[in-house]
T-cell receptor
Framework: DADVTQTPRNRITKTGKRIMLECSQT?????MYWYRQDPGLGLRLIYY???????NKGEISDGYSVSRQAQAKFSLSLESAIPNQTALYFC??????????????FGPGTRLTVL | DAKTTQPPSMDCAEGRAANLPCNHS???????VYWYRQIHSQGPQYIIH???NNETNEMASLIITEDRKSSTLILPHATLRDTAVYYC?????????????FGSGTRLLVRP
């Protein structure tokens, strides 16, 4: 979805380097999410944010940190990258859910390789 | 952990209906079932969701059994562009809201 953009789209880095992945959205959504996907597996939630002042850990937050700079921007950082963080990373957004709906819109992904 | 179980792969012929099953036997009464799909390594795309009634939209139909322990996503006339990994997801409650827990999905291959 072009309304959710991620930069960079591809990145190769070395063990121990600090890496930041950025996500921007023009959908005006309050909620933003970071997922990682490993080959042959589904998506696992790293962090999520329900508004600028709200940050929550997901299932696999160790080794990652996030920053919600504004409603439209949510960054994921790897302070000291390691090879098992090699994965495809997705950002997603959603509007505040009603009781019955909470559709998430995903960005195109960032392919990160840690050597 | 994912609360759903799906077959790892399926195939169907172009123009025919594709019926993708999903088991969610531990689903709670207020948890919704969502379906997303992922084409190649693109970002997942929302398809449909439901609670207990059958649902239909322009993309697909969702049939949920009366006991809510399983559901079926139906693509009525599959095309080659429907080849993708399809995720059946139960939306679970957190302390303050909800989140989606993705499983491994079903890889659907639509044959010419």
């Amino acid at each position: 979805d072009a309304d959710v953009t991620q930069t960079p789209r591809n990145r190769i880095t070395k063990t121990g380097k600090r890496i930041m992945l950025e996500c921007s959205q023009t959908k005006g959504h309050d909620r933003m999410y970071w997922y990682r996907q490993d080959p042959g597996l589904g998506l696992r939630l790293i962090y999520y944010s329900f508004d600028v002042k709200d940050i929550n850990k997901g299932e696999i937050s160790d080794g990652y940190s996030v920053s919600r700079q504004a409603q439209a921007k949510f960054s994921l950082s790897l302070e000291s990258a390691i090879p098992n963080q090699t994965a495809l990373y997705f950002c997603a957004t959603s509007d505040s859910p009603g009781w019955s709906t909470d559709t998430q819109y995903f960005g195109p992904g960032t392919r990160l390789t840690v050597l | 952990d994912a609360k759903t179980t799906q077959p790892p792969s399926m195939d169907c012929a172009e123009g025919r209906a594709a019926n993708l099953p999903c088991n969610h036997s531990t689903i709670s009464g207020n948890e919704y079932v969502y379906w997303y799909r992922q084409i190649h390594s693109q970002g997942p795309q929302y398809i449909i969701h439901g609670l207990k009634n059958n649902e239909t939209n322009e993309m697909a139909s969702l049939i949920i059994t009366e006991d809510r322990k399983s559901s079926t996503l139906i693509l009525p006339h599959a095309t080659l562009r429907d080849t993708a990994v399809y995720y059946c997801i139960v939306r679970v409650a957190t302390d303050s809201s909800y989140k989606l827990i993705f499983g491994s999905g079903t890889r659907l291959l639509v044959r010419p």
